[in-house]
């Protein structure tokens, strides 16, 4: 889980022909290894992204791809695709972290996760807990296929929980080993954030 959100930082910080190679890669071995999982995933997702690239096609700045009034930008186009392979290159990422962990592990590793955040007051119990009912919450609505009109009235009741559900979130002591590949992974997110987020970001 950590690995994943050191993928993010770097993917946020690379350069465009970096992040190409990269994502390409990663795709790539997607579709090697999880190749249905995967396609699910983007399927769920395939609005988000073109949304993206319109967006930012349409709004940004630059060399008009033709005359008219509703011209696209070549600028705009490229940051959108930027955009567009992040997410895709985290999806594909995410999927790869859901087949080697199940919800409850994943519950477990975020309450490791968050364990700095004791030190400044948060109940990281809280946050555990109330994550876990949302991903319940969102699982159930995916495997349902809720329609739109459905969707709308279950976030007007403010979802379908009755209150008597437990959720168990058990916890696994890290080991010396856990403790320093959690370090190393800690110190290359520090480095990447130091040394490529000065490079990408104005």
Known sequence: ??????LALL???LERHFLFLASASLLLLGVCLIRQRL???CLRMRWLLLAVVLVYGWTTPGWYLW???F???REGLLFGIDQ???LLALICGLQFLLTRLDRDGIFAGLYCLLLPLRFVGVERERLAVRLALTIAFADELLEKQTGFQEL???LRVGGSGTGADCIFIPVQPMVLRDRILLFLLVSGMIL?????GNRSWP
């Open 84 to 86: 567009v392979l992040r």
């Open 11 to 13: 993917l946020a910080s």
């Open 152 to 154: 709308l009235g279950h």
């Open 1 to 6: 889980m950590a690995l994943w959100f050191w």
């Open 67 to 69: 005359a008219g009034l």
């Open 71 to 73: 011209a696209p930008t």
């Open 39 to 41: 396609w699910r995933a």
């Open 192 to 196: 990447g954030v130091i040394f490529l």
